[in-house]
């Protein structure tokens, strides 16, 4: 049973780029979550994504959208990348009954130069 | 809002040591806890979690109670091991809508033979 995947695993990007991070949940789940881990801190939810919808929002700007396929994959898209977008992006998969635990992918580790 | 407050790391212990790392919560409501760990380089790892309060949660000789009265989930292990050093995060997250995770600071274990 494969668990949640993510890619690219590192990614370097230039100021005022724009950049995709991608991500497969665990078998049978439906609802991505995409949370951004900066440096010695705990992860920060941005957005979660259930039947190609965006249904909850954490306090991150515009520049960061999102998108999920019908079979259930993610994107997770930043536009006009900032030095303190530089961050290990993580996804979490997991079931909609809302008790269902979040499974966490390893992480794609974005730096912006 | 919910927020989540760690221990201050960095903790190193012993071999064979106790552990014991704090997490208090501020929450409404009756939220899940959830401890997570991340070893270098990688993602999160669930290790235990508690619905309810009074339920204690337990993994690989890790213990934590859901403590309501005193709004703790404090990480406990009787003997630890080398290979016990990571990041240890505390979370909850409310069970009504979307399971939105909120993440403590995270505290760094160091284990020395």
């Known amino acids: 049973d494969a668990g949640v995947t993510q890619s690219p695993t590192h990614l370097i990007k230039t100021r005022g780029q724009q950049v995709t991070l991608r991500c497969s949940p665990k078998s049978g789940h439906d609802t991505v979550s995409w949370y951004q881990q900066a440096l010695g801190q705990g992860p920060q939810f941005i957005f979660q994504?259930?039947?190609?919808?965006?249904?909850q929002r954490g306090n991150f700007p515009d520049r960061f959208s999102g998108h999920q396929f019908p079979n259930y994959s993610s994107e997770l898209n930043v536009n006009a990348l900032l030095l303190g977008d530089s961050a290990l992006y993580l996804c979490a998969s997991s079931l909609r009954n809302g008790v269902e635990t979040q499974y966490f992918g390893p992480g794609t580790r974005l730096l912006v130069l | 809002g919910n927020s989540v407050t760690q221990m201050e790391g960095p903790v190193t212990l012993s071999e064979e040591a106790f552990l014991t790392i704090n997490c208090t919560y501020t929450?409404?409501?009756?939220?899940?806890l959830f401890w997570y760990v991340q070893y270098p380089g990688e993602g999160l790892q669930l290790l235990l979690k508690?619905?309810?309060?009074?339920d204690k949660g337990s993994n690989k000789g890790f213990e934590a109670t859901y403590r309501k009265e005193t709004t703790s989930f404090h990480l406990e292990k009787g003997s630890v091991q080398v290979s016990d050093s990571a990041v240890y995060f505390c979370a909850l997250a409310q069970i009504q809508g979307a399971q939105k995770l909120v993440f403590g600071q995270g505290t760094r274990l160091t284990i020395n033979p």
């Open positions: 508690a619905t309810k309060a009074d």
């Open positions: 994504y259930y039947e190609e919808e965006e249904r």
């Open positions: 929450a409404t409501g009756y939220p899940s």
